[in-house]
Structures are given as structure tokens and as C-alpha cells.
């Protein structure tokens, strides 16, 4: 057989040498390590990347948490250009934490998984705390009055 005997049978079956080794493209088996290789040839599917329901389901149920946030936000930007902006932006931020729960608690959420899981919940999770706080706090007639920020604003923007 040559050099590949270990590696292919005639018949066209692999012999895998120990128990920690997987054949690469060409079936030639290696070692598996879990070092990261030199160079990068792939990107892999972050954690909890794969589908929200089964294979047999259509697309829009495979995808339905990402859906389920791009609907609110759609819903929030059409309220927006109602001009009812700090609803439209409530909305959009409460999106945003809808989106850091399904990915926090869901095991699959389908193309909502963008990073790795921690990632995705502190990203999702902080921008769309803020979104809402400032949507609280816009003027006229906030919602929301913290009575720092009007310190600090009037302490860093003083003339002298």
C-alpha cells in the first residue's frame, strides 16, 4: 500500500490508528488536539449557532428567535416614524433584551448566535439597557429623572 497504509484500506475503509485521531481531507488520520491551529482556515458556528427547530421544520420556524426579534424591531421602528419616538424606542430596546434572554436561556437560537455565548447575552443585554434607560429619560417630559446627571451635565459643560 505505500506510505498511507495506516491511513486507507483497499476496500476503501479508514484504519484509525488510536482513539484520539480523525482522517483530514485526504483520510489520512491525525492527531486531534485541542490547541488552535497556525492559521485559521475556518470559522466555526459560535455556541448555540445551530438551529432552533428541527431540519424538518421551514426556515422561518428553524429561525423563529431572530424573527421574533426583528419583528419587534421592525414594530418599534414603525412607531417611531408614527411619531411616537420614545415608544418606537422602547420597543426597539426591549428587542434587545428579549434578544440577550432567548440567547441566555434557549440552547439554539439559530442565526441570533452571532459571538460566543456570554458575549452575545452582555452585548444584546447592554445596548438594549441603555436604548431603554435613554428612551426613560428624553426630553420633553421624562419618564425617568436621575438627579446626578443634571450635575454632571451643568459641572462638565460650565464656562468658567
Known amino acids: ?24 481531507a485526504e483520510g489520512t488520520p491525525r492527531r486531534v488536539t485541542r490547541r488552535f491551529p497556525l492559521f485559521t482556515k475556518d470559522t466555526a458556528r459560535p455556541e448555540g ?22 419583528a419587534l424591531v421592525g414594530l418599534g421602528l414603525l412607531v417611531t416614524a408614527l411619531d411616537l419616538f420614545r415608544i418606537g424606542t422602547l420597543l426597539i430596546g426591549v428587542a434587545l433584551l428579549c434578544a ?32 431603554v434607560l ?5 426630553q420633553p417630559k421624562p419618564w425617568l429623572e436621575i438627579p446626578f446627571l443634571k450635575d454632571t451635565l451643568h459641572f462638565t459643560v460650565s464656562s468658567s
Open 100 to 131: 440577550a434572554a432567548l440567547r441566555w436561556l434557549l440552547p439554539g437560537v439559530g442565526m441570533l448566535a452571532v459571538r460566543s455565548r456570554f458575549t452575545d447575552i452582555v452585548t444584546y443585554g447592554g445596548l438594549g439597557l441603555v436604548i
Open 1 to 24: 500500500m505505500g506510505g498511507n497504509e495506516d491511513a486507507a484500506r483497499e476496500d476503501g475503509g479508514l484504519v484509525v490508528r488510536d482513539p484520539i485521531s480523525a482522517p483530514d
Open 49 to 70: 449557532g445551530g438551529r432552533a427547530a428541527s431540519g424538518a421544520a421551514p426556515a422561518p420556524a428553524r429561525q423563529w428567535p431572530m424573527l421574533a426579534v426583528l
Open 134 to 138: 435613554l428612551a426613560l429619560m428624553v
